[in-house]
T-cell receptor
């Protein structure tokens, strides 16, 4: 079945450091890929998405590129802020486009 | 636009008791999802509705969990009787009908079983 694997956290960075959170997936066909963010005490918010190979999703300074050859969708940001502290989830929509499968989440902590 | 509304935000019950959660999706969203998120894990789909019909409930523990969306709008998720391992956050999400439509999540109900 479909699965998503993320790097384990927590990831602790200083403000203005570079961020990479690794995400790899296993799926049949051509899934769509997503990053969601969850702030403390809140639900998940869609951060960015990519629907086909080589697409780059971007939002709020975050980027991720759909790499079919490596089955990856790594999340990157050039300069993190304290307000970016949250849990980040990588997810995929299956080939039929009706079921979202999540990774285990990666907690990011940014220190001033 | 108003987001997905869930209630209650928190619930504490003893094992073997019953509990129900309520979700009001975004207006016009035909698809509604219930997820279980255990602490430190990603959300796991329990059930998916399309209007008032069930699309997927393969991960729903049907001996104790039930869900309904009678009029194709609001939904309730019930656990009866609750077990200790049911302690989790229960998230409701909704989306427009169609392939790859983004899901919008509510803030969830945090359930603690004593």
């Amino acid at each position: 079945g479909d699965s998503v694997t993320q790097m384990e956290g927590p990831v602790t960075l200083s403000e203005e450091a570079c961020l990479t959170i690794n995400c790899t997936y296993t799926a049949t066909g051509y899934p769509s890929l997503f990053w969601y963010v969850q702030y403390p005490g809140e639900g998940l918010q869609l951060l960015l998405k990519a629907t086909k190979a080589d697409d780059k999703g971007s939002n709020k300074g975050f980027e991720a590129t759909y790499r079919k050859e490596t089955t990856s969708f790594h999340l990157e940001k050039g300069s993190v802020q304290v307000s970016d502290s949250a849990v980040y989830f990588c997810a995929l929509f299956n080939n039929a486009g009706n079921m979202l499968t999540f990774g285990g989440g990666t907690r990011l902590m940014v220190k001033p | 636009e108003a987001g997905v509304a869930q209630s209650p935000r928190y619930k504490i019950i003893e094992k073997r008791q019953s509990v129900a959660f309520w979700c009001n999706p975004i207006s016009g969203h035909a698809t509604l999802y219930w997820y279980q998120q255990i602490l430190g894990q990603g959300p796991k789909l329990l059930i998916q509705f399309q209007n008032n019909g069930v699309v997927d409930d393969s991960q729903l523990p049907k001996d104790r969990f039930s869900a309904e969306r009678l009029k194709g709008v609001d939904s309730t998720l019930k656990i009866q009787p609750a077990k200790l391992e049911d302690s989790a956050v229960y998230l409701c999400a909704s989306s427009q009908q169609g392939r790859n439509q983004p899901q919008h999540f509510g803030d969830g109900t945090r359930l603690s079983i004593l």
